[in-house]
């Protein structure tokens, strides 16, 4: 399949650069009217070459991506051929340094879970990593010549966690998503009322801004180009048009903030109870308990609050299941429409809290930012948030428990 497709690619892509014609049209040219109708919550299945080729045959795939062919396809054939040996190495590893803490592994049903064994050092305040298939590269190029070792494995989790952002950005059509960070909620937020307004009155030909959200509305290219648009249009009825699709674009960007309240958690004195069917891990429900509770406890006062993993409820709507995937190394995530939680071999604890803490309802608190001027994605983080970066052994913050004492009332008070 993949010979197949090879040659067209890149014959259309030699007419392309002959013609200069059928270049992409550029995002912040002409997006499209709507954003994509949901989040879309398949996973990324296949090879690491299918999901590269996903990626460069789409007609969205910018300069960057095409640049980045040539190394992205010298990597997944060196990940691809050496899959098994992989696989083996991870499953016979009885130890792992992730960052710069140390891991050890206990059984999790069919697979082994990974638990931190070094106290976190969390480093307090925003921080940010920034990676890039040049980057990836690099790091390739030191161990292309080498045994499978934890490095391997390393650079594994990346170029699928890099993968993941790139389909996500390009074949997904979440690109706006990675044009925020983490002012975008405020930039969104901030502006959405002057674009409403601006829509209500016949005499407004742009929104305008006060100073705070104007310097971010003109840095952000989907504001820029509303605002450019919405300049030249002189007819009120395209005009309008131009500004409706405005808003609907913020208010899909805006659901990705949103607390998504869970109906089967019930409030007790001891915290909350969050039924589960434990599914592809059933057999090891006592670990993946533990696992949610090492998180999702805190003192209050003289007495504990944990969240409360229940495995027994299996005709509960709205319950969510876990499943384990095959691909070790792809990122963990919760689909909210299938209701599951879907893991990985060889998972780690935290990734497991975190994706519990979706279940409970909290969104994302770390951003990736796309940079097309030096194709690079830019990750924001905060150290002590298990929703935020997860690896670096943060909890659950202050915010995140009133939020769900908030959201989760007892029913007898
Ligand atoms: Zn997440």
């Known amino acids: 399949m993949r010979n197949r497709r090879v040659a067209p690619l890149a014959s259309a892509l030699a007419l392309c650069a002959l013609l200069s014609a059928c270049s992409r049209p550029d995002r912040e040219e002409s997006p499209p009217d709507s954003p994509p109708p949901s989040a879309h919550d398949a996973p990324p299945q296949g090879s690491i070459a299918e999901l590269i080729w996903k990626i460069q045959d789409s007609e969205d795939a910018e300069e960057c991506d095409h640049d980045a062919k040539p190394i992205q396809l010298e990597i997944a054939r060196e990940l691809d051929a050496r899959k098994a040996e ?17 891991y050890r592994p206990r059984p999790l049903g069919p697979t082994r879970l990974w638990e931190r064994v070094s106290p976190p050092v969390p480093i307090p305040g925003w921080q940010e990593d920034r990676d890039s298939w040049a980057l990836i590269g690099e790091s390739f190029r030191k161990i292309q010549d080498t045994p499978i070792d934890a490095r391997w494995v390393r650079l594994e989790a990346r170029v699928r966690g890099t993968l993941r952002d790139d389909l996500d950005r390009v074949v997904n059509g979440d690109w706006f998503y990675y044009t925020l960070g983490r002012e975008g909620e405020s930039l969104l937020q901030g502006s959405r009322p002057v674009v409403s307004a601006c829509l ?24 820029r180009y509303f605002a450019r648009k919405l300049g030249e249009i002189t007819d009120p009825a395209e005009r309008q048009a131009k500004l409706r699709s405005w808003l609907k674009w913020i208010d899909w960007a805006l659901t990705g903030y949103d607390f998504k309240p869970n109906s089967t958690i019930r409030r007790v004195s001891s915290g909350y109870e969050l039924p589960l069917l434990s599914g592809d891990l059933a057999g090891a429900e006592e670990t993946l308990a533990h696992a949610i509770e090492t998180t999702w406890s805190h003192s209050l006062g003289e007495r504990r609050e944990s969240v409360l993993a229940r495995f027994d409820e299996t005709e509960l709507p709205g319950i969510f299941r876990l499943l384990l995937g095959q691909e070790a190394g792809s990122r963990a995530f919760v689909s909210f429409t299938q209701k599951t939680v879907n893991l990985y071999p060889e998972i780690v604890a935290s990734t497991i809290a975190h994706e519990i803490g979706h279940v409970l309802g909290f969104p994302d608190h770390y951003y990736t930012v796309w940079e097309p001027a030096t194709c690079t994605y830019l990750t924001q983080s905060r150290d002590d948030d298990v929703m935020s970066n997860h690896w670096s052994g943060g909890g659950v913050t202050a915010e995140e428990w009133q939020e769900l004492s908030e959201r989760y009332r007892n029913p007898e008070k």
């Open 86 to 102: 992989l696989a083996a190495f991870r499953s016979q590893a009885d130890s792992s340094r992730i960052g710069n803490a140390d």
């Open 200 to 223: 209500a009155d016949e005499s407004c030909r742009v929104p305008e801004f006060d100073s705070a959200i104007a310097t971010r509305a003109a840095e952000n290219p989907l504001y």
